[in-house]
């Protein structure tokens, strides 16, 4: 197969890569949309890892794909379980089903599974999953002549070996460039089968990989003696989290079409935050020019985040032991979420996520990197009575010292110097399902 063009050698890429964000449910969708997604991917309630990300049932995925594409967002559906025979049931009834859907892509990492849509649904075009761990050149052009038209290589490669992909196939290449990353080679792992019975291969994952482990004398019960991978305990493979943002000029000249955002099962707010964050960033260079250095309000927004902390995992040079995380399950945000706006406008009527007061400043996300803070004046329940307090949950009309279109799927969040308690874990709370 000849190469392809290499676009490292163009001063311009040829086309901008698309933004891929994770949807897990109809609300994170909407505000993928709103914060800036090109296109999103998610489960459906079979087939797709992520037993736990919430998944859609075969409606929601109607109402979706539906919602996505009035919005010019295009739709990738995950078919990526590594399946057993029995797994096969159903599934090319469900493959056609997503065929009539309109979906604009399958995520596949089982050759299997990949058969059975070649012939099934051959129009529909193949994603290969980072779960099918393309490490090199020959393994994508095997895939490529399979009949995937976008690979994800395992996110263990070097810039340098991307480009080696790039050289030998002509398919689309999608790189994580943001999110959780596992030590064993994207997600095939047992650890969480053998400690949990929760199979990470089959969307269960129950990260017992973050835990903080100690050791046990079964005659002593109840005295726990440290297990000391260094004085602050020990946490198995606790890896940091991906973040390539200021990377992104490299891979665009690389020529990769897509850049992914990892986190089905995190939470809205972490959506949010990082789908704007690559928007604005992607935007900026597209305006500036990939020679432009972000500017520091860029790095100012990704602490406000949070999550495991920052590493660019293999991108340079194979990760060291200061990748991994040792102090605690994550770093502390400064940004927690406050509320979303369900309805939009001067006075928009939210929904809480956390405590916050009248007299209380929290700050609106616009789209773009402006953030607007503004001070909570009054709360108002739904019968309009006055509230000193926003409690969770609750649907509440907010007023605020500035005027402004707060629009709907908007975010307020309030920041702190500090960093939120740990017990708050107000980003990515649902991916740490069944912690101890
Ligand atoms: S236990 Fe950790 S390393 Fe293993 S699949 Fe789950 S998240 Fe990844």
Redesign the pocket.
């Known amino acids: 197969m000849p190469p392809a063009n290499d676009p490292a050698q163009s001063p311009l890429p040829n086309r901008w890569p698309e933004l891929l964000a994770p949807a897990g449910n109809l609300e994170k969708l909407q505000v993928a949309i709103h914060y800036g997604a090109d296109a999103v991917y998610l489960g459906g309630s079979r087939f797709g890892l992520r037993a736990h990300a919430g998944n859609f049932s075969d409606e929601e995925l109607r109402t979706a794909t539906a919602l996505a594409h009035e919005h010019g967002v295009r739709v990738y559906v995950t078919v990526n379980i590594f399946a057993h025979q029995q797994d096969f049931a159903g599934l090319p009834e469900y493959l056609v089903f997503l065929r009539e859907l309109g979906v604009d892509g399958l995520i596949i990492a089982d050759p299997g599974i990949l058969a059975v849509a070649r012939r099934t649904v051959p129009e529909l075009p193949v994603h290969l999953s980072t779960q099918a761990n393309v490490t090199n050149p020959e393994s994508a052009a095997f895939w490529e002549a399979c009949g995937v038209s976008r690979i994800n290589p395992a996110r263990e490669l070097s810039l340098a070996e991307i480009k080696g992909l790039r050289q030998r196939v002509r398919a689309e290449l999608e790189i994580f460039v943001h999110g959780?990353l596992?030590?064993?080679y994207s997600?095939r792992?047992f650890?969480?089968l053998y400690l949990t019975g929760r199979d990470?291969n089959r969307g269960d994952?129950?990260?017992?990989?973050?835990y903080r482990y100690r050791l046990l004398e079964e005659k002593r019960p109840g005295q726990f003696f440290p297990l000391e991978e260094d004085e602050r305990g020990s946490y198995i493979?606790n890896a940091k989290d991906l973040c390539l943002l200021n990377r992104l000029p490299e891979l665009i000249r690389t020529g990769a079409d897509a850049l992914k955002i990892e986190g089905r099962m995190k939470s809205l707010f972490y959506v949010g935050t990082v789908v704007r964050l690559y928007r604005a960033a992607l935007d900026f260079w597209q305006q500036q020019g990939l020679d432009t250095p972000l500017p520091p309000a860029f790095a100012e927004e990704l602490s406000k985040i949070g999550g495991r902390g920052q590493s660019e995992n293999f991108f340079e040079q194979q990760p060291e032991a200061t990748e991994m995380l040792y102090d605690g399950t994550t770093a502390n945000p400064r940004g927690v979420p406050a509320a979303i706006v369900r309805k939009g406008g001067p006075a928009p009527l939210v929904e809480a996520r956390n405590p916050f007061q009248c007299g209380d400043t929290i700050e609106f996300l616009e789209r773009g990197l402006n953030n607007i803070p503004c001070r909570v004046t009054a709360i108002h329940d739904l019968e309009g009575q006055a509230l000193a307090r926003a409690n969770p949950n609750s649907l509440l009309r907010l007023t605020l010292d500035r005027p402004g279109n707060y629009s709907r799927h908007g975010l307020f969040r309030r920041v702190s110097d500090h960093g939120a308690p740990r017990d708050r874990l107000p980003l990515g709370r649902s991916s740490h399902r069944g912690f101890p």
């Open positions: 959780a596992c030590i064993s997600g792992c650890l969480s990470a994952c129950a990260h017992p990989c973050r493979f």
